[in-house]
């Protein structure tokens, strides 16, 4: 599961952000930003929202996926 398959299955940005009590621009940042990843303050919320079914293991292996997919993202853009 990504960071982006949860935001989907909580309802998207909006009310992700509606339940972390922060802006759209900040969920969107999660996702693509220079260093993605839900901040651990609001893991959880996040994992309350989903039933205990999104663990505090799984939040960090998506946040490192995220991480990781951003630098690849960002060393291929300087390479070109």
């Not at 972390?20 to 930003?33: E, P």
């Not at 989903?50 to 291929?76: H, I, Q, V, W, Y």
Request: some cysteine; aromatic content about 4%.
């Amino acid at each position: 599961m990504t960071l982006n398959d949860v935001i989907e299955k909580l309802g998207g940005h909006a009310a992700v952000a509606a339940m972390c009590g922060v802006s759209h621009y900040a969920v969107a940042k999660w996702v693509q930003g220079r260093e993605p990843g839900i901040p651990m303050k609001h893991w959880p919320r996040l994992r309350e929202a989903t039933g205990g079914l999104l663990s505090l293991d799984d939040m960090e292996r998506m946040n490192a996926a995220a991480l990781e997919a951003a630098r690849e993202r960002f060393a291929a853009k300087r390479a070109a």
